[in-house]
């Protein structure tokens, strides 16, 4: 499992310094209807098409209360998703602007967690919990300095999990 922690922190720390990168040249360039850039392509692939792909496959599975949970869960990064696309594009805002962007990722997540709350005395309620544990790791995103900062907040969190 250490493993698969080590393995996600570098590719977060990559994804943060592509971000970066793109920040710094003032943006992805290109309009609305220019294509995705490498951040977000990389994001599709690496994480939505990655273990999380996995995720949602197997909680389609089992259905019931796992498959509306992950649901929860594919909307967070879908609106993540969104996030990235639009970071891509434009230069850094203000921080009360960027904090205005964020908000639907912080709703998204809250979500997530309330789903898990309401459901405490289900038969899955540790999967649930689990995932409630671990959905703050899209907040990665509003880390303005480098990813292994937070690496030991993420390892805490990955062995209660």
């Given at each position: ?65 796992v ?8 909307a967070?990064f ?17 921080p ?17 967690q ?20 671990g ?20 390892s ?6």
């Amino acid at each position: 499992m250490s493993g698969d922690l080590a393995n996600l922190v570098n590719r977060l720390e990559a994804v943060t310094a592509r971000l970066e990168r793109v920040s710094s040249r003032g943006g992805g360039g290109g309009g609305a209807d220019a294509g995705n850039s490498e951040i977000v392509e990389e994001f599709d692939s690496q994480v939505l098409g990655g273990k999380l792909k996995t995720y949602f496959e197997l909680s389609a599975k089992i259905g019931g209360e796992v498959q509306e949970h992950a649901a929860l869960v594919k909307a967070t990064f879908q609106t993540q998703r969104e996030f990235i696309v639009a970071v891509s594009k434009h230069k850094a805002p203000p921080p009360d602007v960027f904090q205005k962007a964020t908000a639907p990722i912080a709703k998204r997540v809250d979500e997530v967690q309330a789903f898990c709350d309401k459901r405490r005395g289900s038969k899955m309620s540790n999967h649930l919990m689990a995932v409630k544990e671990g959905i703050g790791c899209v907040g990665w995103v509003t880390v303005v300095s480098c990813m292994s900062c937070v690496v030991g907040v993420v390892s805490c969190r990955w062995v209660w999990s």
